[in-house]
Every structure is written in structure tokens, then in C-alpha cells.
């Protein structure tokens, strides 16, 4: 089951469905969860849902208040979930439904311009979310954020705020956000989006409602590349499906034929007992440059590259530790590592792993490109040779 067309998390919207019928829904979420797997998707859909006039004027279930959404559910009939899961959709056809329409171009989400839902999120030449966004222009004369969720709603009986690329907020944002986190307007929601917890404060954290998306199975990858038209043979999208790690953006790599190409020259060199960071750093370049020479474009080809590296060592990492990896493309590249470095220990691969995330993070911040490969592949080559 597929909640409005968002696989993999059904059992999250319930949990909203609940405390929503019951009124005891919160005012503060901190969603985490790995990029592509349909975090944004979630919250959007659940936001026209929950500024959906129809659906507030008339309620499908009363029921008793509960004390938190962090509470197990109750031991319903599995009929009755699905029954209130199904209840708790958008009508699509209200003035506040009408309103709220979203795309996305060039991989940019362009946001609903809905007069009860306010959205920022880091822009494309930035490396954080400017403070500006979030308490107003010096000269007054643009509302911030947290200005703007003190007005009264205008369609909707509730206002619903997303602060997208949450990982990116600076100590002084995250300063500026604290009051209204901790006591949000009347009938607001503030959702933050992440990748991690621990990129926020511990302030931040404290005042919200900490959800985490897991990565998508593969029977939910699948559906999401045949109801997309990604593919349109069943065996084409199961077979993408086993191949990936998180998400349909990541399975649809394959049908790239140069990504493609790359990922296996990419992860064969990854398992190489020892690692050619002189090459290899020239090749990614390559790779990087090849769609053009844009900042934007470079940038995202090179988190592509990064992000197979993360998937590698975290396939490597599932491969020491107590849990029984799924299978995927990975699997022969993590053999031959193991193969081709006898000696290679839990810490040496956290090592790699941990300064393959700090790359990541790099390029969110700018920095030079030919920089952060040449450094990483050094530091990774390093880390070998110290424990080899």
C-alpha cells in the first residue's frame, strides 16, 4: 500500500492520521533520513492533507486523545488502520487544494505558493540558509519565517511551515528558530528536513518530534520506477530494484549508460588493496566535467560520486557487523575489498567512511572541486597505508 502515492512509509502517515482524529498533534518535526528515499514528498503531501478544508471540516473518525505521536499504536484491527489510512487524504478539489501544486525543474523543487504554507530552504549559490530567511530582510521590509507564522491562517485552519535543508542551518538560524520551535504559533506545524539528528543542535532536537525514514525496500523502489514510467517492464524495475541501496533516484543510475560505466570502474578501483588516488582523482574529474562546466552541474555529478563511495562503505561496513546486508550491486565490489586488504578492521572502514561524508559535506560548502577529490582520495589512501 502506497499512502497517496508515497511508498515506504505508511506506517509514518498512520501515526500522523491518529494524532491528527485525536488532536493531539504536535507543533515541531525534525524529519531525517538518507537523500532520494521520498522525505519531501512525505511532508508535502502530508501538509496539503492537512490544509485541506475538506478534509478539517469533516472528520472520519473521533476517537480517545493519546498522549504523544511517539506512542506505540494501539492494538487496532489491522482493517481499522487501513481504513483511517485511506480516510486521510488531500480531496484535490476545496480552493485550499487548488492552491497547492508542486513540481520540480532541474531537480529543484518549485514550492506551492499557498498562502498558509511557507517554505525556505538553502539556495543554489549558498552554503547555508540565510539568516535573512528566517527573521526578515534588515530593512524590514521583507517578513522572515518566523515572522510571517504569526499571521493568521487564510484558507486552511492550520498553517504548515517546511524548513528544507536542515543540515545547513548555522548556529545563529538555529538560535533564531528556537522560541518558535519550542512554543509554534497557534495551529502551526514547522517541519525540518535532514539527513541526520546529529546536524542539529541539541537544542533543536530537544524541541522537536524527531522522525526517521528509513531507506526504501525494494519492492517499494520497484513500484515507484513503474508508477513513474522510469521502466516499464516489471523484471527491468525488480532487477534495478535488488541493485540499489535507498532509493529510485539511486536505481535509476543504471540506465545511464556513462554512470553506469563509471559506478563499476568507480567501486572496482574503491576495492583495490591500494587505492591509485592520483588516477582515480583525475578520472572523477573527468567524470565531473563531462555534462559541462556550470558550479551547479559539477557539483551535483560530484555528489553522485560521493554518495556511491558512502553506499560502498556502508554495504562494507553492514558486512562486519551483525546485520545481514540485502543484496545489491555492491556485494562483489565488498568481496574483493575484503579479498584484496586481509587485514582491513571495522575502524580503518569507519574511517573511510566518516571522512567520505566530511567530502560530502565539502561540497554543500563550496569548496574547491579539484580540492576536495584530490584530498579525499589522499586521506583515503592514507587511512590504507596507516592500517595496512
Not at 22 to 42: D, Q, T, W
Not at 91 to 110: A, T, V, Y
Not at 241 to 261: C, I
Request: proline share 4%.
Amino acid at each position: 500500500m502506497s499512502w497517496q502515492g508515497v511508498y515506504g512509509y505508511d506506517s509514518i502517515a498512520l501515526q500522523f492520521a491518529r494524532a491528527y482524529a485525536r488532536k493531539r498533534l504536535g507543533g515541531s518535526f525534525l524529519i531525517v533520513a538518507p537523500p532520494n528515499v521520498g522525505k519531501r514528498l512525505f511532508v508535502l503531501t502530508l501538509a496539503k492533507t492537512l490544509l485541506c478544508r475538506s478534509y478539517a471540516d469533516h472528520k472520519r473518525l473521533q476517537t480517545q486523545p493519546m498522549k504523544g505521536l511517539s506512542d506505540e499504536l494501539p492494538g487496532a484491527a489491522e482493517q481499522d488502520n487501513q481504513k483511517l489510512l485511506e480516510s486521510f487524504h488531500f480531496c484535490g478539489e476545496c480552493p485550499s487544494c487548488r492552491q497547492f501544486h508542486w513540481s520540480f525543474k532541474d531537480g529543484q523543487l518549485i514550492a506551492p505558493t499557498h498562502q498558509d504554507f511557507h517554505y525556505i530552504c538553502k539556495p543554489e549559490d549558498k552554503t547555508q540558509i540565510p539568516l535573512e530567511l528566517l527573521i526578515g530582510s534588515k530593512d524590514g521590509k521583507t517578513p522572515g519565517l518566523c515572522r510571517q507564522l504569526y499571521r493568521s491562517a487564510f484558507l486552511a485552519a492550520m498553517k504548515v511551515a517546511v524548513i528544507d535543508d536542515a543540515d545547513t542551518l548555522n548556529i545563529e538560524g538555529s538560535n533564531a528558530l528556537l522560541k518558535t520551535l519550542e512554543e509554534p504559533p497557534k495551529d502551526t506545524l514547522i517541519f525540518l528536513l535532514g539527513t541526520s539528528a546529529a546536524k542539529q543542535l541539541p537544542t533543536i532536537r530537544s524541541r522537536c518530534q524527531i522522525f526517521r525514514f528509513p531507506a526504501l525496500e525494494p519492492r517499494d523502489i520497484e513500484a515507484i520506477l513503474l508508477a513513474q514510467k522510469i521502466v516499464d517492464n516489471p523484471q527491468t524495475a525488480a532487477e534495478l530494484a535488488r541493485g540499489n541501496a535507498t532509493s529510485a533516484v539511486e536505481a535509476t543510475r543504471a540506465l545511464d549508460e556513462d554512470l553506469g560505466k563509471f559506478q563499476k570502474y568507480f567501486l572496482t578501483e574503491l576495492a583495490r588493496a591500494n587505492l591509485r588516488a592520483f588516477e582515480l582523482s583525475e578520472k572523477i574529474m573527468e567524470h565531473v566535467d563531462a555534462k559541462g562546466k556550470e558550479s551547479v552541474i559539477r557539483r551535483a555529478r560530484l555528489r553522485e560520486v560521493i554518495r556511491i563511495a558512502i553506499e560502498f562503505y556502508r554495504h562494507a561496513l553492514a558486512n562486519l557487523g551483525e546485520a545481514t546486508p540485502r543484496a545489491s550491486l555492491y556485494d562483489s565490489y565488498v568481496q574483493a575489498l575484503f579479498s584484496s586488504n586481509g587485514e582491513l578492521d571495522l575502524e580503518q572502514l569507519a574511517q573511510c567512511m566518516t571522512r567520505t561524508i566530511d567530502a560530502l559535506d565539502q561540497v554543500d560548502r563550496n569548496i574547491n572541486i579539484p580540492v576536495i577529490v584530490e584530498s579525499w582520495l589522499y586521506d583515503l589512501r592514507r587511512i590504507d597505508a596507516i592500517h595496512g
